[in-house]
């Protein structure tokens, strides 16, 4: 890289950076509350910007929450990525742990993504599907498990992990998170025994 | 009754019914087509009337949409009831079966109805969770399954028969139903096994 960064160079960093502290902020604005919650106003004045400069960077509220959801999705991933060294049971235990806390720290968000609206938006399915097949992938690699049945039944499991974990996000004071997470496990280990060849 | 009809209760008879026949035409177009890609105008069309008196009944496509949610979540309810005199395992097929020919029927709503949007809309979150947790009652009626964790569990399931059944859907060319019902039921039966007291 040259030593004088030119302008137009600087700029664009400026630009990306910008945006990528704005995204950080949405993440925090949309974890403890709603999408309908969260307003562009409230998002400019934490922001210390004007709307109008905010529309610059996102032209709609849509569009700052897509790359919101799209951010939480790469936390997510970079969460759970478990140690190579590990096996692949502590693999598992470690993605679900780290899964559990995420969704604890982030508890309304995840509940208003996985929520039912009125019509679907192609990007946010988008961007769920892509994580849960990657979770999916990652959790279950180094574990012999083959044919259509099979896959179905792992993309079963993801939706058990979904919708246990939204449940124990109402009734974590009385359920602790290993508990949760060796039921997660246990279903996983009875399909991957019922299905690997 | 009296044999002869006053005319308010008559117009008001023909108000529920026509509601009935456009939430019905409703829940077809639904069928097959997402909430975006059906236009007012089509279900007036469709339905013989002006944009003008649908909206009367309707004041919003949200208020259309949700009610033919509401009367598919009525129709889901209806089929996948079991009858009485069966055990709960026989309860627990049948109403497996029947829930897979109902998301096969209606698998552009269904899929529609469980992907993610923007936002989250209380009412239909409000049905979906409603027929989750009476689905599930019903299911597990007769077998003894208790605490937290269990609960948890069934929530869990209810996930995976969701996730796997969305994902057979788009795979129903290649895998049974039945195989998709044995492998719901083996989930089920294994939490049972694992939760009851």
Redesign the interface.
């Known amino acids: 890289m040259s030593p004088v960064e030119l302008p137009a160079v600087r700029a664009r960093l400026d630009v990306d950076e910008r945006r990528r502290q704005l995204v950080e902020l949405g993440t925090r604005l949309f974890s403890s509350r ?3 919650d969260v307003s562009i106003d409230e998002v400019a004045r934490n922001a210390g910007i004007s709307k109008g400069l905010l529309y610059h960077y996102f032209p709609t509220k ?1 569009d700052f ?2 790359a919101t959801v799209r951010e939480a999705a790469r936390q997510l991933m970079d969460r759970t990525k478990a140690p190579e060294q590990m096996d692949s049971l502590e693999r598992l235990r470690t993605g679900l742990d780290a899964f559990l806390s995420y969704v604890a720290e982030h508890s309304v968000a995840y ?11 192609a990007e ?2 988008g961007i ?1 599907d892509e994580v849960r097949q990657r979770f999916c992938a990652r959790l279950i690699e180094g574990l012999e498990v083959h044919g ?2 099979a ?3 792992l ?10 974990s ?3 996000v109402a ?1 974590r004071d ?2 602790p998170s290993e ?2 997470r060796d ?2 496990m ?2 996983a280990l ?2 991957v025994k ?1 299905y690997s060849t």
Do not use: C, H, N, P
């Not at 929520?115 to 938006?121: F, K, P, W």
């Not at 079963?156 to 979904?162: A, D, K, P, R």
């Open positions: 709603t999408y309908d849509r929450y897509v509940q208003g993504l996985l929520q039912s609206g009125i019509g679907v938006d946010v399915a769920i259509d049945l896959k179905l039944a993309r079963g499991w993801v939706g058990f992990v979904e919708a246990a939204l449940g124990w009734s009385r359920v508990a949760v039921m997660l246990q279903v009875k399909i019922s």
